[in-house]
């Protein structure tokens, strides 16, 4: 019995295993020292509160691990594992799809998601004859890592991705990502000249609009007074500060590389001002296409060949104007 506590006390990470022996502490200390109950109900309701924000911030960060059951495969694809390490040493996986252009496009996956949610669009993509490189951002799928910085650190799986790419030979790269992993491919071209064109749907601005709006439509939990203590301590758990993710301070330096803004009208879970606004904010040249009567990245379900005609149209001309030997 002993053995099996201790075990299941080494399994917790570290900043819950922290919290949880503070709080004892605390607990302790009160009830030994603390002799005024209206102090010890204060203290105990601040507690309280702040373990609340604590198991909040772990939501945000720690999504349930998804693995998709399907394989390119599964979708007429004939694919390659492949791996490669970010900077920060993280192991990412994901799979090679070889067309017939010397043209590629990385996939993005959404948050809580893995790569399989991509092969929708592998297909018509691959069929285009572009290659396809699709992975697993970091605490997701099968790629290392156990936390979710809703895209401050995923940045640097998108540029790994990116540099794998390079080192093959391909210098044509476009990138599509969804939700969370359109907001990565964003910042990764804010970040890179090497990533040539973007298409990003259902994204978000910020780390904070993410939490708010994803709370909200799950959750229906108010603004205040939780939400703004469980971003800083999400903050605290993954050492960096939430307000640094936030795609104003980037979207002008892709242009003058292209963008394709998809939005549904109808998204609950990210609404449509999100996509408004990052249209609004990035540099020419940009487009927008804003889907009505869909849900949150439903857009290919409600539009579909024409969903493919405007994403193809998108890359075929992005694609063959602009490389990156010839990006400032």
Same mark, same amino acid.
């Given at each position: 019995?002993?053995?099996?506590?201790?075990?299941? *006390? !080494?399994?917790?990470?570290?900043?819950?295993?922290?919290?949880? /022996?503070?709080?004892?502490?605390?607990?302790?200390?009160?009830?030994?020292?603390?002799?005024?109950?209206?102090?010890?109900?204060?203290?105990?309701?601040?507690?309280?509160?702040?373990?609340?924000?604590?198991? $909040?911030?772990?939501? /945000?960060?720690?999504?349930?691990?998804?693995?998709?059951?399907?394989?390119?495969?599964?979708?007429?694809?004939?694919?390659? &594992?492949?791996?490669?390490?970010?900077?920060?040493?993280?192991?990412?996986?994901?799979?090679?799809?070889?067309?017939? =252009?010397? #043209?590629?496009?990385?996939?993005?996956?959404?948050?809580?998601?893995?790569?399989? &949610?991509?092969?929708?669009?592998?297909?018509?993509?691959?069929? $285009?004859?572009?290659?396809?490189?699709?992975? &697993?951002?970091?605490?997701?799928?099968?790629? =290392?890592?156990?936390? %979710?910085? *809703?895209?401050? @650190?995923?940045?640097?799986?998108?540029?790994?991705?990116?540099?794998?790419?390079?080192?093959?030979?391909?210098?044509?790269?476009? +990138?599509?990502?969804?939700?969370?992993?359109?907001?990565? +491919?964003?910042?990764?071209?804010?970040?890179?000249?090497?990533?040539?064109?973007?298409?990003?749907?259902?994204?978000?601005?910020?780390?904070?609009? +993410?939490?708010?709006?994803?709370?909200?439509?799950? @959750?229906?939990?108010?603004?205040?007074?939780?939400?703004?203590?469980?971003?800083?301590? +999400?903050?605290?758990?993954?050492?960096?500060?939430?307000?640094?993710?936030?795609?104003?301070?980037?979207?002008?330096? /892709?242009?003058? #590389?292209?963008?394709?803004?998809?939005?549904? #009208?109808?998204?609950?879970?990210?609404?449509?001002? =999100?996509? !408004?606004?990052?249209?609004?904010?990035?540099?020419?040249?940009?487009?927008?296409?804003?889907?009505?009567?869909? =849900?949150?990245?439903?857009?290919?379900?409600?539009?579909?060949?024409?969903?493919?005609?405007?994403?193809?149209?998108?890359?075929?001309? %992005?694609? #063959?104007?602009?490389?990156?030997?010839?990006?400032?």
């Amino acid at each position: 019995m002993v053995n099996s506590f201790i075990e299941r *006390l !080494m399994s917790y990470n570290y900043p819950a295993l922290i919290v949880l /022996i503070s709080s004892l502490a605390i607990v302790f200390v009160v009830s030994k020292f603390v002799k005024s109950l209206p102090k010890r109900v204060t203290i105990y309701l601040l507690l309280i509160f702040f373990v609340y924000c604590f198991k $909040a911030s772990q939501l /945000i960060i720690s999504p349930p691990r998804f693995r998709s059951p399907y394989s390119p495969e599964d979708f007429g694809m004939e694919y390659r &594992d492949i791996n490669f390490l970010t900077e920060d040493g993280i192991d990412i996986r994901g799979w090679y799809i070889k067309g017939t =252009e010397k #043209r590629t496009i990385i996939l993005c996956h959404p948050y809580g998601m893995d790569k399989g &949610d991509c092969l929708p669009q592998a297909r018509f993509l691959n069929r $285009a004859g572009y290659n396809i490189l699709l992975f &697993d951002f970091r605490g997701h799928g099968n790629s =290392e890592g156990k936390y %979710s910085s *809703l895209g401050y @650190y995923e940045i640097k799986d998108l540029l790994a991705g990116v540099s794998f790419l390079k080192e093959k030979g391909e210098n044509r790269i476009g +990138a599509m990502g969804f939700s969370m992993g359109g907001t990565v +491919a964003l910042l990764g071209a804010s970040l890179t000249p090497d990533i040539n064109a973007v298409v990003s749907e259902g994204a978000y601005l910020s780390f904070h609009s +993410a939490v708010y709006s994803f709370a909200k439509c799950y @959750y229906h939990a108010p603004k205040y007074p939780f939400l703004p203590p469980a971003i800083w301590t +999400a903050g605290i758990s993954l050492r960096f500060k939430p307000k640094e993710l936030n795609l104003k301070h980037h979207l002008h330096k /892709i242009s003058p #590389r292209p963008i394709l803004i998809i939005h549904s #009208r109808e998204d609950r879970e990210m609404p449509v001002s =999100e996509g !408004m606004e990052i249209f609004n904010t990035a540099g020419e040249p940009k487009y927008l296409w804003i889907v009505s009567d869909a =849900e949150h990245l439903e857009c290919y379900l409600k539009e579909g060949k024409r969903y493919e005609e405007k994403v193809l149209d998108f890359f075929a001309t %992005s694609l #063959r104007t602009i490389s990156s030997s010839t990006i400032p």
